[in-house]
C-alpha cells in the first residue's frame, strides 16, 4: 500500500524549533479537530493561507484541495474512501470519526467518481495508543469490524496521523476476510522526531501489509 502524508507531525516539542515545523503541527491538529493556539500558515497552489482556531475546520477543505490530486492520479474508474475509525468511534457509539469528516471533504473537492464508505468500527473502546503494543496490527485486528456492503471501486485508506502503520494495517486485513485489497492511504501527519527539511515535504511509504493473521492461501 502506497501511503502519502501533507505533513510532518512532531509530537514533541525538538530542538530549535522552526516557525514551518509549528506550521506543520498545528496544520495536523486542525485536521484533527484540535484547538491551536496562534496560528499557522500553509502555502497551496501557490497561495498562502492561515489557519487559526476560529477557522480550524477549513483546514478540511485545504487538506482535501492537496488529497485530490493524488486520488486523481490512480486512473478512471469508482474510488471508495474508507475512513479509519478513531478509538471512540466503536459499535454503539454515536461519535463519528473526523476521519469520516476528511473523506468528505476529499470527495467533494474529487467531485464524481469518489465516494465515501464509513463502514469500519472498532468493536470496544480502545485505549489511548501511548506504546507500540497499542499500534500492534495482530492485537487491533479482532477488534475491527466491518458494518454494512461495500460498494465497487478502488479502495482508499484516510487517517489524520500515520505512526506505525498498524491500524491502516489491520484494516486491510479486515477487508482481505471480504476479498478487497487496498492500493493506497492518505494521512495528514507522520510522526517523524527528526526534523525535515520541509515539513510539508514528506517522502510516501510502501506499507508492507502482507495477508491477515490465520488466512489460508
Known amino acids: 500500500m502506497d501511503v502519502h502524508f501533507r505533513a510532518q507531525y512532531l509530537t514533541a516539542v525538538v530542538n530549535k524549533m522552526r516557525g514551518v515545523d509549528y506550521d506543520a503541527t498545528m496544520l495536523v ?14 502555502t497551496l497552489g501557490g497561495r498562502e493561507v492561515r489557519i487559526q482556531d476560529n477557522n480550524r475546520d477549513r483546514a478540511l477543505e485545504w487538506f482535501a484541495e492537496w488529497a485530490a490530486p493524488l486520488i486523481r492520479s490512480i486512473g478512471q474508474g469508482p474510488k471508495i ?11 454503539g457509539s454515536k461519535s463519528r470519526p473526523r476521519t469520516a469528516e476528511m473523506c468528505h471533504s476529499i470527495a467533494k473537492a474529487c467531485g464524481s467518481g469518489v465516494a465515501v464508505s464509513d463502514i469500519l468500527r472498532w468493536r470496544v473502546e480502545l485505549p489511548k495508543s501511548t506504546n507500540a503494543a497499542s499500534r500492534n496490527p495482530s492485537l487491533l485486528f479482532p477488534d475491527l469490524t466491518i458494518l454494512g456492503s461495500l460498494p465497487l471501486g478502488r479502495i482508499i485508506f484516510v487517517d489524520d496521523v500515520f505512526t506505525t502503520g498498524g491500524h491502516m494495517i489491520a484494516a486491510a486485513w479486515r477487508l482481505q476476510q471480504i476479498g478487497r485489497n487496498v492500493g493506497m492511504g492518505l494521512c495528514c501527519g507522520r510522526t517523524l522526531q527528526t526534523q525535515l527539511a520541509d515539513p510539508f515535504t514528506v517522502a510516501p511509504e510502501v506499507l508492507s501489509v502482507g495477508d491477515y493473521p490465520g488466512r489460508r492461501v
Open 29 to 42: 491538529k486542525a485536521v484533527k479537530g484540535k484547538p491551536i493556539n496562534g496560528y499557522c500558515s500553509v
Open 81 to 91: 474512501l474508507i475512513p479509519i475509525p478513531n478509538r471512540s468511534a466503536f459499535l
